[in-house]
């Protein structure tokens, strides 16, 4: 059997400024360290074993956080990183609407065929995330031992569907993580089930926040229900 803990990443500069952040390597806010510093509360009395990460800044020092005083080295994997949003990457959410109102209607109707020219699609994402996983539950050395790996909001989204779901094409239904939530996957003979997923209980609510992509929509008298953007790299 093999325990895999799934994180994600504390608030960044890229949520805050409410861009598509992507494979951007943005540090990490200020509520971005309280959080961290409430996840290694979480986390002290778990015994982990190895731990892999993102090589992006914001979910390596999430691993850092979470693995603080156990005396082990965070392996960074490019296979944990995030969507690559190609043309749009980096760019602020208003734009996004303005430039690119298709890619926009994907990813938020029909994520699984989100595909942004020059980057990733969810499909590559969805396919790269779970051999990550699947290497590290696979290897005869993990067998017994508990893992950490940080990631990202749409890579985990992905892996979570998989697992909870079934197929991509449900992917819509799995919900956004939040800023250091944690879901919990059992690796044994029987296959792969979650234990639970994006908790995010270690945070208090005030810590926690709720930034809206499409603020400026609604300002402008779009009838939409708010979605949660902190979700976005």
């Given at each position: 059997?093999?325990k895999i803990?799934?994180?994600?990443?504390?608030?960044?500069?890229?949520?805050?400024?409410?861009?598509?952040?992507?494979?951007?390597?943005?540090d990490i806010s200020?509520?971005?360290?309280?959080q961290l510093?409430?996840l290694?509360?979480?986390?002290k009395n778990i015994?982990?074993?190895?731990?892999?990460?993102?090589p992006?800044?914001?979910?390596y020092?999430?691993?850092?956080a979470?693995?603080?005083?156990?005396?082990?080295?965070v392996?960074?994997?490019?296979r944990?990183?995030e969507?690559d949003?190609g043309?749009?990457?980096g760019?602020?959410?208003?734009?996004?609407f303005?430039?690119h109102g298709a890619?926009?209607?994907?990813w938020?109707?029909?994520?699984e065929?989100?595909?942004?020219?020059?980057?990733?699609s969810m499909?590559?994402?969805?396919?790269?995330?779970?051999?990550?996983?699947?290497?590290?539950?696979?290897?005869?050395?993990n067998?017994?031992?508990?893992?950490?790996?940080?990631?990202?909001?749409?890579?985990i989204r992905?892996?979570?569907?998989?697992?909870?779901?079934?197929?991509?094409?449900?992917?819509?239904?799995?919900?956004w993580?939040?800023?250091?939530a944690?879901?919990?996957?059992i690796?044994?003979?029987?296959?792969?089930r979650a234990?639970?997923i994006?908790d995010?209980?270690?945070v208090?609510?005030?810590?926690?926040?709720?930034?809206s992509?499409?603020?400026?929509a609604?300002?402008k008298?779009?009838?939409?229900v708010l979605?949660?953007?902190?979700?976005?790299?």
């Amino acid at each position: 059997m093999v325990k895999i803990y799934v994180v994600r990443h504390c608030e960044a500069a890229g949520n805050t400024a409410q861009v598509f952040q992507g494979s951007t390597d943005s540090d990490i806010s200020e509520l971005g360290k309280t959080q961290l510093e409430f996840l290694k509360k979480r986390f002290k009395n778990i015994h982990i074993d190895k731990a892999y990460s993102s090589p992006l800044k914001r979910a390596y020092l999430t691993a850092v956080a979470a693995t603080y005083g156990k005396g082990i080295e965070v392996i960074k994997d490019p296979r944990f990183s995030e969507i690559d949003g190609g043309i749009i990457e980096g760019m602020p959410f208003g734009e996004i609407f303005k430039n690119h109102g298709a890619l926009e209607h994907c990813w938020d109707n029909h994520p699984e065929n989100f595909a942004p020219e020059g980057g990733e699609s969810m499909r590559q994402v969805y396919d790269r995330v779970w051999q990550g996983i699947e290497a590290i539950a696979s290897d005869p050395q993990n067998d017994g031992k508990t893992i950490l790996v940080a990631s990202h909001g749409a890579a985990i989204r992905t892996l979570l569907c998989r697992v909870v779901l079934g197929a991509i094409e449900r992917l819509n239904e799995m919900k956004w993580s939040d800023n250091t939530a944690v879901s919990l996957l059992i690796f044994d003979e029987k296959g792969v089930r979650a234990e639970f997923i994006n908790d995010a209980s270690h945070v208090p609510e005030e810590f926690m926040p709720k930034h809206s992509k499409i603020d400026a929509a609604i300002e402008k008298g779009i009838d939409e229900v708010l979605k949660d953007d902190n979700n976005v790299g």
